[in-house]
């Protein structure tokens, strides 16, 4: 029996601009609200159908309705193959082929590349059994993809986005763009804060809000608006938070209220396909060309080459209670980060470095490059050129190499040694006491505590060793 077919495009290349999962939802939306424009005036009674799983209809009850939306259906049942033509300027258009089947003959051709609920966007095929591929609910409810639709709809949104000199970044919420607290968690030194809460009618302006509905104060890292705004004209954003979805979109809206930069690209928690984990598989976006800002590198195990670990934004005192810190909050302090030299400014040079290496200096081919390559390059600039000696920093069985700071290190450009010797440059140490470190003040070289390191990473450059001073043992 025939059935409906959506005369969209999803099986060939999308007569919008790009496959981005925005501009994707509106052509979505468009292509269902029209296909009951065409109809008779009766037709537009089954206007809601897309909106539930037919499947959840009582077959007793429907059979009737059914019946008449059937023969409504075949009315206007075709399938529409386009080729479509790209432009030089990097759009995509119809071409002049244009072939009109009878969904009879389609049907067993059809191969199916995504659904809503249990019907084939392309030939409406009802599927009775699960068909693979991945949900994209974030895009439009109930959609869901098949593999081979996925690598196709990257491969065309990649080539869009090289033309217009773009990547993709992918953006975690907490403690990287922004630090949130329950109202019940806010403490005495805290309460001065609800004095210098913003308006909520233009959070444009603001960067501390109180949002009763959700009873959780959230406050703005500085520099965010600066920093979205530089990124949008380098990268297609998309925000990935472990958090639910009522909360990433509240988010979204105090850090994009225009929707200027994600549009419908704001994953939740109830998005991700692996719990506990983030992954770029319901990532719209080729992985050689995704770039990932996470202050928590174990949600990211099959990513870390796509990887900036930020140094976590800790504003309210439950945040640095959260992680085991026994200091106090910058809120409590009544402090917070400096705009010019905080951790967004930071990496926003780092990310304008990582864009003009792989756009303007790499010599291969376009669509050979691969963002992480480039990541790489640019992270071992940071220590080039530094030899380092640890001393009272690892257990004393521990393998040295294996340590997360001697992994650091040589990440950076560094170069790490057990064995003392002239060309060493650096002795990283955590007690000045030991023969190592009295070594390094006795042949004037740099004596540095391990967080000297740590920042190097989080911050992307070198930083003044003074600033690293190794404590005197406590028997001097």
């Not at 925005?22 to 269902?32: S, Y």
């Not at 959700?214 to 958090?243: C, D, H, N, W």
């Not at 950076?412 to 006491?433: F, W």
Request: contains cysteine; hydrophobic residues 35%.
């Amino acid at each position: 029996m025939p059935q409906l077919v959506f005369q969209m495009s999803l099986a060939t290349d999308s007569p919008v601009h790009s496959s981005s999962s925005g501009d994707f939802a509106a052509f979505l939306d468009a292509e269902l609200d029209s296909i009951s424009s065409d109809s008779s005036p009766n037709e537009e009674e089954v206007n809601d159908e897309f909106n539930s799983d037919s499947s959840d209809s009582s077959p007793n009850e429907e059979a009737e309705n059914d019946s008449e939306i059937e023969s409504q259906r075949i009315k206007r049942c075709r399938v529409e193959t386009v080729e479509n033509i790209e432009d030089p300027k990097g759009s995509t258009s119809h071409g002049s082929l244009e072939q009109n089947l009878e969904v009879s003959s389609s049907k067993d051709a059809c191969t199916h590349p995504g659904s809503f609920g249990d019907m084939c966007i392309l030939c409406g095929q009802m599927l009775n059994e699960e068909t693979g591929g991945v949900t994209f609910g974030y895009i439009h409810k109930g959609l869901r993809l098949g593999n081979d639709e996925i690598v196709r709809l990257r491969r065309t949104d990649m080539k869009n986005l090289l033309r217009q000199k773009k990547l993709y970044l992918v953006l975690d919420l907490d403690h990287t763009l922004l630090n949130s607290t329950r109202l019940m968690h806010i403490t005495l030194e805290e309460e001065y804060l609800y004095s210098q809460i913003d308006s909520l009618q233009d959070v444009s302006k603001g960067s501390l809000f109180k949002l009763d509905f959700l009873q959780m104060m959230t406050r703005l890292r500085p520099f965010v608006r600066m920093f979205l705004k530089e990124a949008s004209q380098m990268f297609e954003m998309y925000i990935y938070t472990m958090g639910d979805r009522a909360y990433a979109m509240e988010m979204a809206k105090l850090l994009d209220p225009r929707r200027e930069y994600f549009d419908a690209r704001v994953i939740s928690r109830d998005d991700g396909t692996q719990r506990h984990q983030k992954g770029l598989d319901i990532v719209l976006g080729q992985e050689n060309a995704v770039l990932i800002l996470d202050d928590t590198e174990t949600a990211w195990t099959k990513h870390k080459g796509n990887l900036i670990l930020m140094e976590r934004y800790h504003f309210f005192a439950s945040s640095c209670h959260q992680f085991g810190f026994n200091c106090k909050s910058l809120s409590e302090l009544k402090s917070d980060e400096s705009d010019r030299d905080g951790a967004l400014a930071s990496v926003l040079k780092v990310l304008r470095k990582i864009h003009h290496m792989f756009f303007d200096e790499l010599v291969d081919n376009l669509d050979d490059r691969d963002v992480r390559q480039v990541l790489k390059i640019v992270r071992k600039d940071v220590l080039k050129g530094c030899k380092i000696v640890f001393t009272r920093v690892f257990p004393t069985q521990f393998q040295a190499d294996n340590h997360h700071l001697w992994k650091m290190a040589e990440q950076l450009g560094a170069t790490c040694s057990r064995d003392l010797d002239t060309s060493v440059t650096h002795v990283v140490s955590q007690d000045a006491g030991t023969e190592k470190s009295r070594w390094a003040l006795k042949n004037k070289k740099f004596l540095v505590h391990p967080r000297w390191i740590e920042a190097a990473n989080y911050l992307w450059q070198r930083q003044p060793e003074e600033n690293f001073p190794v404590n005197q043992p406590k028997n001097h």
